[in-house]
């Protein structure tokens, strides 16, 4: 095939095709100008705007359990606040100058106000319990908007699993599947009724589709096939709970009438295929042994307690660290190829090869 000849008439007349004359010519110029001066972005200039954080007030307090109370955040000023859709979380920066991710438990059809509900946990790192003695009504606070990484798809057939407090994501999924008359059902979990948020509202939107099941009165706790006993056949699982609850559903999924299965985590995921490796505070700081499964973020945290950390899942960046030297292995979901040769390291899950020292900007 000739590519300089023009193609014959689309009629198969002897002629060159005049419209495909025209449209060459007119690529032959159009395609150069898009480099131009006048047309081409400046690589310096950055794609967009950063996003200014939403500022919010603590317009109630809820106790939901002894351990579990419910704060719901307006704007100031009385207006509506960006949309949300079922899954979505929020990124709360607290006084402490803390940041949190805490998912929204409300009605996404509600925009002048965001439910979020939090468990305290005395041993964990900080922002639950600064959450339970210092956000009381009238408390200011900003935020990231509303992103989400647990995104409901609605199918037909949905079973939605929560673990204790994370029945969070799973409540506006099935206010979702309930407003548009999908086959749903429901399975809350926990140590006892009185550890269980959120009865009353899921009882209110169709008891026949919710059950409470509780460690207690059955005799321990639920194994995956008892969990996924109740999946309508092809049914998609949502599932939000601790990680003991999440592996004993993978395991059981195949076996089940369940299709899919969509889940997220209280915290981090259990370290796989890692191995030993260590890192260094500064060029001459001291050097921290990494096991194989532990992650650099926590053994960092033993010697810099100050450093911040959120998602512990590698999508919040708030750990964010730069490495002098060594080569890691990046595991996140955030950085792009640019950070991440600029020297960005997400130390709750990027790791690096066995023996290998990584020197941190600590």
């Known amino acids: 095939m000739d590519l300089l000849t023009p193609p014959p008439d689309l009629y198969g007349r002897p002629r060159a095709d005049g419209f495909i004359r025209w449209l060459t010519a007119f690529g032959d110029r159009y395609s150069p100008a898009l480099g131009g001066p006048l047309l081409r972005r400046n690589p310096r200039r950055p794609l967009s705007r950063p996003t200014q954080p939403l500022r919010l007030v603590v317009a109630e307090r809820r106790q939901l359990t002894a351990d579990v109370i419910e704060l719901i955040l307006v704007d100031p ?62 408390t200011r606070l900003t935020a990231r908007r509303p992103r989400n990484g647990f995104a409901f798809c609605a199918e037909p057939a949905v079973l939605l699993l929560a673990g204790g407090i994370g029945i969070t994501p799973l409540l506006p999924m099935a206010r979702e599947a309930q407003r548009h008359g999908l086959d749903w059902r429901l399975v809350h979990v926990g140590r006892s009724a009185d550890t269980l948020p959120y009865t009353d ?55 089940s009438p369940a299709a899919s299965l ?21 060029t001459e700081g001291p050097t921290l042994d990494v096991p194989a499964d532990r992650s650099a973020l926590d053994v960092l945290r033993e010697t810099r307690p100050d450093l911040p950390y959120s998602c512990h899942q590698g999508f919040c960046g708030t750990c964010e660290v730069r490495v002098l030297a060594g080569s890691p292995d990046h595991r996140d979901r955030r950085l792009t190829p640019e950070q991440r040769a600029a020297g960005a390291l997400l130390p709750c899950v990027s790791r690096a090869a066995e023996g290998e020292t990584l020197v941190l900007d600590l």
Do not use: N
């Open 77 to 138: 000023s009385g207006g509506p606040l960006p949309g949300w859709q079922p899954g979505a979380h929020l990124r709360l920066a607290l006084p402490s100058g803390r940041e949190r991710h805490y998912s929204l438990s409300g009605d996404p059809a509600d925009r002048t106000a965001y439910s979020i509900a939090v468990r305290r946990l005395p041993e964990g790192g900080g922002g639950s319990v600064e959450v339970h003695d210092a956000l009381y009504p009238g």
């Open 262 to 282: 969509h889940f997220e985590r209280f915290g981090a995921a259990p370290v796989t295929g890692g191995e030993p490796f260590t890192v260094r505070l500064g």
């Open 201 to 255: 509202e899921l009882r209110a939107l169709d008891p026949h589709r919710v059950v409470l099941r509780t460690d207690d009165e059955h005799g321990g706790v639920p194994t995956g096939p008892e969990l996924l006993a109740l999946a309508p056949r092809g049914a998609a699982v949502y599932c939000c709970g601790p990680a003991p609850m999440l592996a004993a559903v993978q395991r059981a999924l195949d076996g």
